[in-house]
């Protein structure tokens, strides 16, 4: 500061010509020692040192100390006569040599920081080479540069030395080497059995291998194979350990370069050339570990289901709790003669207790068509206590026309607003989560069926597609909820139908059948029947027909083997297995 106001009036000082003075013995030894200060002294005595140079620094005595004059109090009269602070101390008019010596500095210094010497025994880590990398390849040209530098350095004939890209002998012999270091590691007691010629242990991992060692000092798997015309690689591959980061890579080395193999096929080229250690363990974890064969087909956490709610496991009355979804766009027909197609939807109600089912037809998208598909749904059915929907989030096409429903628009009541009127409740399962509206995702998926079915039909007027949703929601509504039985008494099955009629509602009307004698029952009236003949390996449209001319009933009345005549008058033995007997009309007349 005192240098800029100085150059102000044309006064300019070098640098090294200033000579800063401080009294302080303290702040002089601090600025000129080397010793570890405390944080405080240590970060203001580095900002000094940025601004100028021990050297620069002198220690003057307190009584010659001009600024303490000011610092220490003086009163106005005595600084008009006071010599010391208008012209400084006298020594300053004497020449450089006469001024004070710079040998003020301490020996113990305050506010230096202590330093506790420790000594730390850390046992020294063998950094494995095979650690280093995460790729086989990568891995395997580095060990063939050091291979190759080790080369160089051994022959002093230039031509000998290798200058060039890494050669396929150069990049094997560095795979050889890498093997065999870790064969050293994990098969060190066997190794020594089988260099001194004994076998190896009784609970090695190679016993069943009749393992040997060969010309590299390589581990290899002995066979019955020596004889055979294939490869060295493939007669006697080189054993791999289970647990090194060498077999590691080379599984995932082959996992890539063979396109994501799956882990059999993975572990078949393996066998090609290598013999791992638990081999099939290794190869499915390499499939499993791999990132993209993970993302390919994922493992999805399925948690075990919840109990089924309160409104699926109690009696209530027909369609009183319900769950309602979209199905379509479907096209129809906007007139007779002017054929032009146009989208419509179909409402799918089903109830939460009986599985029942109703199809409503939604001529648009609009707040007041869903609203009147849902008050005719109410008016035929019955009032519903609760309604329940997807969020419509996580759903394209019509689910997100039911999201539309319940968007608030300035000066238009929702249809969550106009249920309330009615006492009705409306009820929105969790976001991209289907399955928990599984009941009505499970009825649309019926209703598409038999619509997809019958879609050879043309384009419907809306009234032919309205009647058309009513026959399959008949069809849909006497559908079995239940099991069957295997009880030949019990005829009846139990259907959503039951709960809305008190019965089937697709069986017709049945004639009254009490006083018939049961006589008129046959299990066999065969002999001169008409039948097709079943034969083997030929389409059943092609089946000949036959006649029968007699029976061979068994011990217990039944027929199972019978004569019949083909078309050119042969007579032959067949099995009542392989006749389709042929209805008459008489039949037909005496059965009504």
């Not at 405080?40 to 004059?69: F, G, M």
């Not at 610092?71 to 006071?82: I, M, P, V, W």
């Not at 990049?171 to 020594?192: K, P, Y």
């Not at 207790?353 to 059915?381: D, K, P, Q, Y």
Request: with cysteine.
């Amino acid at each position: 500061m005192v240098t800029r106001e100085l150059e102000r009036i044309k006064i300019y000082c070098d640098p090294a010509n200033v000579i800063l003075w401080s009294d302080s013995s303290i702040v002089i030894s601090w600025i000129n020692t080397d010793k570890p200060l405390k944080s405080y002294v240590s970060n203001r005595v580095t900002q000094v040192l940025d601004l100028t140079q021990p050297s620069q620094w002198r220690h003057v005595p307190t009584t010659s100390n001009s600024a303490d004059v000011i610092t220490r109090g003086f009163s106005a009269e005595s600084l008009l006569s006071n010599e010391l602070w208008w012209n400084g101390p006298k020594w300053f008019a004497h020449s450089e040599d006469l001024w004070p010596s710079n040998k003020a500095t301490l020996t113990e210094l305050p506010e230096v920081k202590i330093m506790r010497p420790v000594l730390l025994g850390i046992q020294p880590l063998e950094c494995q080479f095979e650690e280093r990398y995460s790729s086989w390849s990568r891995m395997n040209r580095i060990a063939a540069y050091i291979l190759r530098f080790c080369h160089n350095a051994r022959t002093k004939i230039i031509p000998d030395q290798r200058l060039n890209s890494l050669s396929v002998i150069e990049l094997t012999n560095a795979a050889m080497v890498l093997i065999q270091n870790t064969q050293s590691t994990s098969f060190a007691s066997e190794i020594v059995d089988l260099k001194t010629g004994r076998p190896v242990g009784r609970y090695s991992t190679l016993r069943a291998l009749n393992p040997f060692i060969d010309e590299d000092g390589l581990v290899r798997v002995g066979g019955r194979l020596i004889n055979a015309d294939i490869a060295y690689t493939s007669k006697c591959p080189i054993v791999l350990p289970d647990k090194c980061t060498v077999t590691r890579l080379i599984f995932e080395y082959e996992h890539k370069r063979l396109i994501h193999i799956g882990p059999r096929e993975l572990l078949a080229n393996i066998h090609h050339r290598y013999w791992p250690i638990l081999g099939r363990i290794i190869a499915n974890q390499t499939v499993r570990r791999c990132i993209i064969c993970f993302h390919s087909s994922p493992s999805l956490i399925a948690p075990f289901m919840a109990p089924l709610p309160r409104e699926k496991v109690n009696i209530k009355r027909p369609f009183a709790k319900t769950g309602v979804d979209f199905c379509g766009p479907i096209l129809i027909r906007s007139g007779i003669r002017k054929v032009v197609s146009i989208k419509c939807y179909i409402t799918v109600f089903v109830c939460f207790v009986t599985r029942a089912i109703h199809l409503e037809l939604v001529s648009g998208v609009t707040t007041e068509a869903f609203l009147a598909s849902l008050m005719r749904f109410l008016s035929r059915r019955g009032y519903c206590s609760h309604i329940c929907s997807d969020n419509g989030t996580n759903f394209v096409g019509a689910n997100k026309v039911l999201h539309l429903y319940f968007q608030r628009v300035e000066g238009q009541r929702t249809v969550e607003e106009s249920l309330s009127d009615l006492k009705i409740q409306w009820h929105f399962i969790p976001p991209s989560a289907p399955h928990f509206g599984g009941l009505w995702e499970a009825a649309v998926k019926l209703a598409k069926r038999h619509l997809i079915k019958i879609n050879t039909m043309g384009l419907l007027t809306f009234e032919e597609k309205n009647t058309l949703l009513c026959c399959v929601e008949t069809v849909l509504n006497s559908r079995p909820i239940s099991p069957l039985s295997d009880d030949p008494s019990d005829l009846n099955v139990l259907t959503p139908g039951h709960f809305l009629v008190e019965g089937s509602l697709t069986l017709p009307a049945e004639p009254d059948s009490t006083g018939i004698p049961l006589n008129r029952v046959k299990r066999w009236g065969l002999i001169g029947s008409l039948a097709i003949l079943k034969e083997d390996n030929i389409p059943s449209m092609k089946w000949k027909m036959v006649r029968i001319t007699k029976v061979y009933p068994g011990t217990d009345g039944v027929v199972r083997v019978v004569t019949v005549v083909n078309s050119v008058g042969r007579e032959f033995q067949r099995p009542t297995s392989k006749i389709a007997i042929l209805s008459s009309v008489k039949e037909e007349e005496d059965a009504a």
